[in-house]
């Protein structure tokens, strides 16, 4: 087990390694600039020698600890670690610009004390001469990037453009930001110089898909808790209520069809019903209920001054008798029981 842990831990530091090796490879030098006379100026105001540095990379990436130097006796591999360290200038720690974005840049002011600030390097370097400026990394072994700057007139800066470099004229000098802008540059042309190799480019599309598999399976995954919370709820729980109310609404729909397929063969009309009526209707006829009326209205005996008029109208009326063939008619005077 502890053989196992030691080698995993091997390989964990082998492989940090390696990624902060790669980080490191995608900071380069961009733009020197070694006779300062109208370019930029420190925060005192002075006007020193400069050197830009560029992230390639689309990650931050921090410089701190790494090393700067024009000195070529570094080339030598026989050279010790302590003795390199002496010929070249660190970059020190504790100031944030050191911690350089995605594709930006900053400006390290050279032959300047380094009392005055963190951009602020000893590294020699001359005005008017070939100087050769080497770039390593935080163990001082391994040569991250290089460049030897030829002697620039006043205001020159010696500057990358691809893998290749160029001298640009003092008004074209581009200390922060990128060299060789062009204002017509479309966004194609623009990335296509950025991104060459189509890396960049590569690792976005790769992100947006694995966010969108994420994304789907974060939904999948909640879906599928909720329906087996609803699944333990049903079984812990039976809704006997709900199982009723289907069966009773079964029932009824089942019922309800036979009533429509039973209306479909009768014309919408009812036999039972139908057969009764009939049974009424020969009932009635048999009894001569619709024929058999009395004729006479029963009028309750109620005292008024009225009464003496109606005793004499009975003298000019006759009874009408009614039969069985004519329809009954009410007598113009009226018996009174």
């Known amino acids: 087990m502890n053989r196992f842990r030691l080698l995993l831990s091997g390989i964990l530091l082998a492989s940090a390694s390696m990624v902060m ?26 006007r020193e020698a400069w050197i830009e540095f560029e992230n390639t990379s689309f990650s931050t990436y921090n410089i701190r600890g790494m090393y700067l130097t024009t000195d070529r006796s570094v080339l030598d591999p026989k050279m ?15 100031e944030p610009r050191t911690q350089i974005a995605a594709r930006q840049h900053v400006v390290f002011f050279c032959n300047s004390n380094p009392a005055q600030g963190k951009l602020h390097l000893s590294l020699p370097i001359p005005l008017s001469e070939p100087v050769w400026i080497g770039f390593y990394n935080g163990n001082a072994v391994e040569l991250i990037d290089s460049v030897t700057v030829p002697a620039l007139a006043a205001d020159q800066s010696y500057a990358r453009h691809g893998n290749s470099w160029s001298i640009k004229s003092a008004e074209n000098v ?9 204002t017509d540059e479309t966004k194609d ?8 190799h189509g ?42 209520v709900v199982t009723k109310t289907v069966e009773v609404t079964h029932d009824i729909a089942h019922a309800t069809g036979n009533i429509l397929q039973d209306g479909l063969k ?65 007598p113009t005077t009226p018996e009174i029981r």
């Open 189 to 196: 042309a623009k990335l296509k110089r950025e991104d060459p």
């Open 266 to 330: 009768t014309k919408g009309i009812d036999k039972e019903v139908y057969i009764a009526v009939i049974s009424m209707a020969l009932k009635q006829y048999q009894d001569d209920v619709h024929d058999v009326e009395s004729g006479i209205i029963t009028i309750k005996s109620h005292q008024t001054g009225w009464s003496e008029e109606g005793n004499q109208m009975t003298h000019f009326s006759k009874p009408v008798i009614p039969t069985r063939h004519n329809a009954p008619q009410i």
């Open 174 to 182: 581009t200390p922060g930001i990128e060299n060789f802008i062009k």
């Open 80 to 94: 010790s670690v302590p003795e390199r360290i002496k010929r070249m200038s660190v970059i020190p720690n504790g």
């Open 21 to 46: 090796a790669q980080g490191a490879k995608n900071i380069r030098l961009n733009e020197v600039l070694t006779n300062n006379t109208a370019s930029i100026e420190d925060e005192f105001g002075q």
């Open 199 to 240: 890396f960049g480019i590569t690792l976005l599309a790769m992100g947006i898909v694995f966010f969108c598999l994420a994304v789907l399976f974060l939904f999948f995954w909640i879906f599928g808790v909720i329906m087996r919370h609803f699944d333990e709820a049903k079984q812990v729980q039976p809704i006997k």
